[in-house]
Nanobody, 123 residues
């Protein structure tokens, strides 16, 4: 069984919006900090986008998405969402959901990952 499952990716025009969702079907991560990362081709580093504590507070955002993206979680549904507004072509990437126990922005701060969902922003 997948540990984390992302959905909501697709093609969107620049300036548009998209909402990603991350499901925790095994209900394992309600006490974890949850984050979103993204990786743009080809071969770029996976970069931090946003993260939120297990209580749904203390969100952190990368400077590149601050004011445009919003992370939220619903522990009753075991889901984490990423609302993306005012999308830009440079937001094009595979977006990954991750779970970790520390408040960090490094890939190594997160222990569990989903398979990713592609978001493509056309100009």
């Amino acid at each position: 069984q997948a540990q984390l499952v992302e959905s909501g990716g697709g093609l969107v025009q620049a300036g548009g919006s998209r909402r990603l969702s991350c499901a925790d079907p095994g209900r394992r991560f309600s006490a974890y900090r949850m984050g979103w990362f993204r990786q743009a081709p080809p071969g770029k580093e996976r970069e931090f986008v946003a993260a939120i504590s297990w209580t749904g507070s203390r969100p952190d955002y990368a400077d590149s998405v601050k004011g445009r993206f919003t992370i939220a979680r619903d522990n009753t549904k075991n889901t984490v969402s990423l609302q993306m507004n005012s999308l830009k072509p440079e937001d094009t990437a595979v977006y990954y959901c991750a779970a970790g126990m520390v408040r960090g922005t490094r890939r190594s701060d997160y222990d569990y990952w989903g398979q990713g969902t592609q978001v493509t922003v056309s100009s």
